[in-house]
């Protein structure tokens, strides 16, 4: 499940995502994604990982769909969670964002989002 966080604003979008990972879960991010793009130029994005109890094959899928549909547009995201399958899961996704992806475990959140909210 996706929840959508108050630091959402302009081109930056910050959610949190916990629960099991569906696919219809993409679908409304993928909305909220392309209105916001067709707005800003650029994208960033504050991803809060909490106690995911699993991602679906089509969910998966998805969030891959999602990365490559909007490749060009994201400038930067802050991804925060657990050290382990959170961060590896981050350091995979990097060679496919031309922008900067940054995995900050859960005690570093403020610095997250001192990072993402940056104007550089």
């Not at 499940?1 to 108050?6: I, R």
């Given at each position: 499940?996706?929840?959508?966080?108050?630091m959402t604003?302009?081109?930056l979008l910050a959610f949190k995502v916990k629960g099991e990972i569906?696919?219809?879960d993409y679908d409304k991010i993928n909305d909220i994604l392309e209105k916001t793009g067709k707005e800003h130029e650029k994208l960033k994005l504050f991803i809060d990982m909490e106690s995911i109890e699993g991602i679906k094959p089509a969910a998966l899928w998805e969030d891959f769909k999602t990365y490559f549909r909007h490749i060009?547009?994201?400038r930067r995201i802050a991804v925060v969670g657990e050290s382990g399958i959170t961060k590896t899961l981050t350091q995979m996704a990097n060679p496919f964002?031309?922008?900067k992806v940054k995995f900050f475990p859960r005690e570093e959140a403020v610095?997250?989002?001192e990072w993402i909210t940056r104007d550089d």
């Open positions: 499940m996706f929840e959508m966080l108050d604003k302009d081109n569906r696919k219809e060009g547009k994201i964002i031309r922008g610095p997250a989002r």
